[in-house]
């Protein structure tokens, strides 16, 4: 079974507008680690946001926001105000103890497309 | 404060070569980890060292191999190339390790293209 499931191959968002990109993950470790990232067309991976599963508040960064619903075990990420520059590809990843010792899994990535 | 630098940026090796891939963390950073990333397969663990120790490794050939040196840099080596180890490989660092740090920042990647 997957861990991480990003349900969204592709999405497109009108500039300035919301977007919502959906990330499912399965863990029975107690303590876990949600994050999400960006990957422009250079291949960089650059950090957004992260959610710690014992984390009371859903997190934010700027524009970014953490949707984080723990009993249905979903993570998605809000996108405000979007702009040509959010164009990427996003990556949803988790962190756990126990037999991935901590090292980070990624689901397969959503590519957003901004609209002018 | 610098980020995470790979180098090289790309690389052209031929199948059978070995190749050796470098990386600097964040100062103050102790854990380096290793990823591939290819179209197919996506974004797969390779391995992660902390403080000059394999902590863990994913499930990748012994042709895989890597070290972390006393200044926290680390390299990655891969022996005898196939044309499947073409791919993006990314290098991530941390302060610490496992689910104690919720940071991971990475560098701009080694593209290595085997032919």
């Known amino acids: 079974a997957q861990k991480i499931t990003q349900t969204q191959p592709g999405m497109f968002v009108q500039e300035k507008e919301a977007v919502t990109l959906d990330c499912t993950y399965d863990?029975?470790?107690?303590?876990?680690?949600l994050f999400w990232y960006k990957q422009p067309s250079s291949g960089e991976m650059i950090f957004l946001i992260y959610q710690g599963s014992y984390d009371q508040q859903n997190a934010t960064e700027g524009r970014y926001s953490l949707n984080f619903q723990k009993a249905r075990k979903s993570a998605n990420l809000v996108i405000s105000a979007s702009q040509l520059g959010d164009s990427a590809m996003y990556f949803c990843a988790m962190r756990e103890d126990g037999v991935s010792q901590g090292n980070l899994i990624f689901g397969k990535g959503t590519k957003l497309s901004v609209k002018p | 404060k610098a980020g995470v630098t790979q180098t090289p940026r790309y690389l052209i090796k031929t199948r059978g070569q070995q190749v050796t891939l470098s990386c600097s963390p964040i100062s103050g950073h102790r854990s380096v980890s290793w990823y591939q990333q290819t179209p197919g397969q996506g974004l797969q663990f390779l391995f992660e060292y902390f403080s000059e120790t394999q902590r863990n490794k994913g499930n990748f050939p012994g042709r895989f191999s890597g070290r972390q040196f006393s200044n926290s840099r680390s390299e990655m080596n891969v022996s005898t190339l196939e044309l499947g180890d073409s791919a993006l490989y990314l290098c991530?660092?941390?302060?610490?390790?496992?689910?104690?740090?919720?940071?991971?920042?990475f560098g701009p990647g080694t593209r290595l293209t085997v032919t």
């Open positions: 991530a660092s941390s302060r610490l390790t496992g689910t104690r740090s919720s940071e991971q920042y």
């Open positions: 863990t029975s470790d107690p303590s876990y680690g």
